[in-house]
C-alpha cells in the first residue's frame, strides 16, 4: 500500500467526474459543502480525513507517478479521468480496510491512549513510577488516569488482562505480520522508545509515509474489532468516543436545530447572519446523512427519481449534465436529491447508518 495506490482507489470512483482537487481535500478531510458530498456521491466515505496533515507537495508527487505511469490523465477542464491502463491497475488494488468517516484522523486519540497506559504499566512493574510521558495531550493523560485509578495500577494482573485483550484483537483484526509488527513498535515501555516512521521504514524496506498508512489502516481494523466486541473491556474504555457520532458540522447541526424547530430556511440564514448559500449546503448535508429528511418539501416525489434515472442513464452525479435535463430545477434541488438518494446508494447507505 502507498499514497499513489490509495489516490487511483479514489480517482477510480470519480473518474471524470472531478479534478484532483477534490481527492487532496478528501484526504484531508475538508469539511466543505463539496468535499462531504462527494464523500457520499462517489462513495468514499471509507478515505475522508485518512491523512489531516498531508502536505500538498507528498500528495502532487502521488498525482505525477500516476501520470508519469499512464494511469491517469487530465480534461482541457482539469477533469482526471483514469487511462484503459489506469482501470486495470484499479482492478488489482487490494482491498482497503480505512474508516475515515468513522475515526478522521480521532484514531490517533486511541493509540495515544494505549501508548501511555503501556508506558506507564511498563515503569510501574519496574519499580520507576516517574518518567517522562510520550503523550502530552492533557485529556489523554486525563483519560489514562481514570483508567489506571487505584486499585487498577496496583493490581498485578492488570497488565496481564491488557495483554490477553491485545494479543485478541490483533488475532481478530486480520492485519498481516507486518502490519502487526508496525503497531507493536510505535508502542513505548520502560527503556524503550515507540520506534520513528523512518526507523519502520528502514525496518521493512518501505517509504516512511506508507508505513504510516499501514498504521492508519490497522488501527482502523482494531477499533472496527473493539467496537463489536463485548470481551474487551480495557481496550473499550480506550476507545472510548473516538468514533464520530454525528458526520454533520457543528453549525449544520445548528442549521438542523432550527430547521427542527419549525423555522423555514429563510428565517434560519438572517437568525444565524450567515449567506443562504450557506444554509442551502447545510440542508445539502443534512439530506446525506438523515435518512428521514423531508425532500418532499423541496422537490416533488416524482421528479426526484426521474432525476436520479437521468443520473444512472448518463452515468453521472455532476451538476451541470442534470441540469441541462432538468431546466425547471435549482441547482439546489438537484444536489438535494442527489445527497438524499444517490448518496446514500453509492455508499452502501442504511436507514440504520
Known amino acids: 500500500m502507498n499514497l499513489p495506490m490509495l489516490l487511483l482507489g479514489i480517482l477510480c470512483k470519480m473518474d471524470g467526474e472531478r479534478t484532483i482537487a477534490a481527492s487532496f481535500h478528501l484526504l484531508r478531510g475538508k469539511r466543505s459543502g463539496q468535499t462531504l458530498q462527494d464523500v457520499k456521491y462517489y462513495g468514499v466515505k471509507s478515505f475522508f480525513g485518512l491523512l489531516p496533515k498531508l502536505p500538498a507537495g507528498q500528495f502532487e508527487k502521488a498525482v505525477e507517478v500516476l ?58 512493574r519496574a519499580g520507576q513510577p516517574s518518567f517522562l510521558p510520550v503523550q502530552k495531550d492533557r485529556d489523554i493523560q486525563h483519560h489514562v488516569r481514570r483508567l489506571l485509578a487505584k486499585p487498577a495500577i496496583q493490581d498485578p494482573a492488570f497488565a496481564g488482562r491488557l495483554k490477553d485483550e491485545l494479543k485478541q484483537v490483533l488475532r481478530r483484526s486480520g492485519m498481516d505480520d507486518r502490519q502487526k509488527a508496525i503497531f507493536i513498535h510505535r508502542l513505548a515501555g ?37 467496537e463489536s466486541s463485548s470481551d474487551l473491556p ?26 427542527d424547530s419549525g423555522m423555514k430556511m429563510e428565517e434560519i440564514a438572517a437568525a444565524r447572519r450567515l449567506k443562504m448559500s450557506t444554509i442551502e449546503d447545510h440542508f445539502v448535508e443534512m439530506a446525506i446523512n ?33 441540469k441541462m435535463e432538468f431546466d425547471s430545477l435549482t441547482y439546489f434541488q438537484l444536489r438535494l436529491i442527489l445527497g438524499a438518494r444517490t448518496g446514500r446508494e453509492a455508499d452502501g447507505f442504511t436507514e440504520s447508518t
Open 290 to 322: 438523515d435518512p428521514s429528511f423531508p425532500l418532499v418539501q423541496f422537490v416533488q416525489e416524482g421528479v426526484v427519481d426521474e432525476v436520479i434515472e437521468k443520473a444512472k442513464e448518463l452515468g453521472t452525479k455532476r451538476l451541470r449534465p442534470l
Open 190 to 226: 520502560y527503556r524503550l522508545s515507540g520506534w520513528t516512521w523512518d526507523q519502520l521504514g528502514e525496518r521493512f524496506q518501505l517509504d516512511p509515509f506508507d508505513v504510516h498508512l499501514l498504521f492508519i489502516e490497522g488501527l482502523h481494523r482494531i477499533l472496527r474489532v473493539i
Open 67 to 124: 501520470k508519469q505511469d499512464g494511469l491517469v490523465s487530465a480534461s482541457p477542464e482539469s477533469l482526471i479521468s483514469l487511462s484503459a491502463k489506469g482501470r486495470e491497475a484499479a482492478e488489482r488494488l487490494p482491498d482497503f480496510h480505512f474508516s475515515g468517516m468513522d475515526y478522521q484522523g480521532r484514531e490517533m486519540i486511541f493509540f495515544g491512549r494505549l501508548s501511555l497506559t503501556v508506558q506507564t504499566l511498563s515503569h510501574f
Open 234 to 259: 480495557l481496550l473499550h474504555f480506550m476507545a472510548e468516543n473516538v468514533k464520530v457520532t454525528s458526520y454533520l458540522t457543528d453549525s449544520s447541526r445548528e442549521t438542523k436545530r432550527m430547521f
